[in-house]
């Protein structure tokens, strides 16, 4: 969040050799104790604005899986909460900027030029030596992650140019799709470039075309994201040279980034949910074996809503269970609690191992339906059910929570 600080572009120029806690170490042992305490002090005061930011975000993310298992979402809402996350992302800009400009207002020549030698040796792959001074040790008991992340970023925007910190990659804006934590999941095994290609290669030269018209919606949106971005940028950068930003300037023009950066994420959903629509059954299979590779499902909170999570859950559910697509894959899961199994009209291709199962057990009850969640082919040998299961039992219950809101 609050991308604004030119590390990304820091990161592209090193080869993607550069990692935020080598540059934080390196900057934290330049820094002087009342400028290490500044740093210390925004991580409390960029709360307030942090979880605004994510709640935003949040809202956004909400609305995608409500697109995504059949729920009607508008896009005209849709555009709003774009607003309202970009909006709070901005003012979250704007108290980290703030900060970061006292502290540079502080920083002596020498500082300034070891900074500066920090940056180029990382960009270069060849970090220089710098002497620990001890101020490692002396950090009071903070979030540390944190404090790596503002502290590389502070080296990054005050080292690089306009120019420089302008860069962006085209792929940031509309980041709501659960990359980065299936990148996590996998250990970051997973590399974007490697499983664009194996997705791709699953994919019909006319399934390819539908996220083709989408890139091509983002590339034109993506340069007015940029234009208005960077005057977002040079508002922040005031405080550089001691300036006080302008809160009001900073929250229209977030609103304006925001709003562009949810109509590509719009673009990107619509293409994606036609692509999985005109998915064939051998297709969904090899989607669903290419992420088990990476990663295995993960249980969510225990003090979350059983049925917001359970929605979350289902949108795996949906690459087959889609109640937009033909029933020619998997049938529809709405009032399946008490139906007898293998019983929808709409699905004429249950398998017989399915079948068989019908006739020894009946209906689908909860016991059942839970059991078939934790290991559909250990349960019913020989189902063409293309989903290994889930281990937690609180993700299953989930699921069967929203499930039974489906009518």
Same mark, same amino acid.
């Given at each position: 969040?609050?991308?604004?600080?030119?590390?990304?572009?820091?990161?592209?120029?090193?080869?993607?050799?550069?990692?935020?806690?080598?540059?934080?170490?390196?900057?934290?042992?330049?820094?002087?104790?009342?400028?290490?305490?500044?740093?210390?002090?925004?991580?409390?005061?960029?709360?307030?604005?942090?979880?605004?930011?994510?709640?935003?975000?949040?809202?956004?993310?909400?609305?995608?899986?409500?697109?995504?298992?059949?729920?009607?979402?508008?896009?005209?809402?849709?555009?709003?909460?774009?607003?309202?996350?970009?909006?709070?992302?901005?003012?979250?800009?704007?108290?980290?900027?703030?900060?970061?400009?006292?502290?540079?207002?502080?920083?002596?020549?020498?500082?300034?030029?070891?900074?500066?030698?920090?940056?180029?040796?990382?960009?270069?792959?060849?970090?220089?030596?710098?002497?620990?001074?001890?101020?490692?040790?002396? @950090?009071?008991?903070?979030?540390?992650? $944190? !404090?790596?992340? =503002?502290? *590389? &970023?502070?080296?990054?925007? %005050?080292? #690089? /140019?306009?120019?420089?910190?302008?860069?962006?990659?085209?792929?940031?804006?509309?980041?709501?799709?659960?990359?980065?934590?299936?990148?996590?999941?996998?250990?970051?095994?997973?590399?974007?470039?490697?499983?664009?290609?194996?997705?791709?290669?699953?994919?019909?030269?006319?399934?390819?075309?539908?996220?083709?018209?989408?890139?091509?919606?983002?590339?034109?949106?993506?340069?007015?994201?940029?234009?208005?971005?960077?005057?977002?940028?040079?508002?922040?950068?005031?405080?550089?040279?001691?300036?006080?930003?302008?809160?009001?300037?900073?929250?229209?023009?977030?609103?304006?980034?925001?709003?562009?950066?949810?109509?590509?994420?719009?673009?990107?959903?619509?293409?994606?949910?036609?692509?999985?629509?005109? @998915?064939?059954?051998?297709?969904?299979? $090899? !989607?669903?074996? =290419?992420? *088990? &590779?990476?990663?295995?499902? %993960?249980? #969510? /909170?225990?003090?979350?809503?059983?049925?917001?999570?359970?929605?979350?859950?289902?949108?795996?559910?949906?690459?087959?269970?889609?109640?937009?697509?033909?029933?020619?894959?998997?049938?529809?899961?709405?009032?399946?609690?008490?139906?007898?199994?293998?019983?929808?009209?709409?699905?004429?291709?249950?398998?017989?191992?399915?079948?068989?199962?019908?006739?020894?057990?009946?209906?689908?009850?909860?016991?059942?339906?839970?059991?078939?969640?934790?290991?559909?082919?250990?349960?019913?040998?020989?189902?063409?059910?293309?989903?290994?299961?889930?281990?937690?039992?609180?993700?299953?219950?989930?699921?069967?929570?929203?499930?039974?809101?489906?009518?």
């Amino acid at each position: 969040m609050a991308n604004f600080f030119g590390f990304v572009a820091l990161r592209v120029s090193s080869g993607q050799s550069v990692t935020r806690a080598h540059v934080a170490r390196d900057t934290l042992a330049v820094l002087e104790g009342p400028q290490i305490d500044v740093l210390v002090a925004l991580l409390d005061e960029q709360g307030p604005a942090y979880r605004e930011t994510q709640d935003a975000r949040i809202q956004m993310n909400r609305a995608l899986e409500r697109l995504l298992v059949g729920e009607r979402v508008d896009e005209a809402e849709f555009l709003a909460l774009g607003s309202t996350y970009g909006a709070s992302e901005a003012e979250l800009g704007r108290v980290i900027a703030q900060s970061f400009g006292e502290i540079a207002g502080t920083l002596t020549p020498e500082q300034q030029s070891t900074l500066a030698l920090i940056r180029t040796g990382h960009a270069a792959g060849e970090p220089i030596a710098i002497p620990r001074s001890g101020n490692r040790n002396r @950090l009071p008991d903070v979030d540390r992650q $944190e !404090l790596i992340n =503002l502290a *590389a &970023r502070l080296l990054s925007w %005050t080292t #690089g /140019s306009p120019e420089f910190n302008d860069f962006e990659v085209v792929g940031k804006p509309s980041q709501h799709f659960g990359f980065v934590s299936l990148r996590l999941a996998s250990g970051h095994g997973v590399r974007r470039g490697a499983v664009a290609q194996e997705v791709l290669d699953i994919l019909t030269p006319d399934q390819r075309r539908m996220l083709d018209v989408a890139v091509q919606q983002n590339l034109v949106a993506f340069d007015e994201f940029l234009a208005i971005r960077g005057e977002l940028m040079r508002v922040l950068e005031v405080a550089l040279v001691g300036d006080v930003i302008d809160a009001e300037a900073v929250q229209h023009l977030g609103g304006a980034v925001g709003e562009i950066e949810a109509r590509m994420t719009w673009s990107q959903a619509m293409a994606m949910l036609n692509v999985r629509d005109a @998915l064939s059954e051998a297709q969904l299979a $090899e !989607l669903l074996d =290419l992420r *088990a &590779r990476y990663t295995v499902a %993960t249980s #969510g /909170s225990a003090t979350q809503d059983p049925v917001e999570l359970g929605r979350q859950l289902f949108a795996q559910c949906t690459l087959c269970h889609a109640s937009s697509r033909d029933s020619t894959v998997a049938p529809s899961l709405a009032g399946i609690v008490g139906r007898p199994i293998a019983s929808d009209d709409g699905f004429q291709y249950y398998s017989p191992a399915l079948r068989s199962f019908a006739e020894t057990e009946g209906i689908w009850s909860d016991a059942v339906l839970d059991s078939f969640l934790r290991s559909p082919r250990s349960l019913v040998p020989g189902t063409t059910m293309g989903f290994d299961g889930l281990d937690s039992a609180s993700d299953r219950a989930a699921i069967l929570a929203y499930i039974a809101t489906l009518d």
